[in-house]
Nanobody
Framework: QVQLVESGGGLVQSGGSLRLSCAAS????????MGWYRQAPGKQRELVAS???????NYASSVTGRFTISRDNAKNTVHLQMNSLKPEDTAVYYC???????????WGQGTQVTVSS
């Protein structure tokens, strides 16, 4: 099992910044990718950014150039630096860990990000 705890959400004005953190604990064996997803009211959960153990990253087109994902493998922590925030970034942000074998996904409880215009 893997436990994920997100932190760093909050209320910020448009154009501001926030830094989300996800601390993972438990069995990290074969956890080779971690990422951030978000879900706005009435919308499906969507990928924001992901990062592999080797540091390869992937971003949603809507956040490219504004958000940066990073990972500290020694501390089992993933961060999401969010700059130039827009009201449409408002959502609950979830951390996800992917185990390659046996295949399994783990989710955090989510942290609210609200961007006011």
């Amino acid at each position: 099992q893997v436990q994920l705890v997100e932190s760093g959400g909050g209320l910020v004005q448009s154009g501001g910044s926030l830094r989300l953190s996800c601390a993972a604990s438990g069995s990290m064996f074969s956890i080779n990718r971690m990422g951030w997803y978000r879900q706005a009211p009435g919308k499906q959960r969507e990928l924001v950014a992901s990062i592999t153990n080797g540091g390869s990253t992937n971003y949603a087109s809507s956040v490219t150039g504004r958000f940066t994902i990073s990972r500290d493998n020694a501390k089992n922590t993933v961060h999401l630096q969010m700059n130039s925030l827009k009201p449409e970034d408002t959502a609950v942000y979830y951390c996800k860990a992917v185990r390659s074998w046996p295949p399994n996904d783990y989710w955090g409880q989510g942290t609210q990000v609200t961007v006011s215009s």
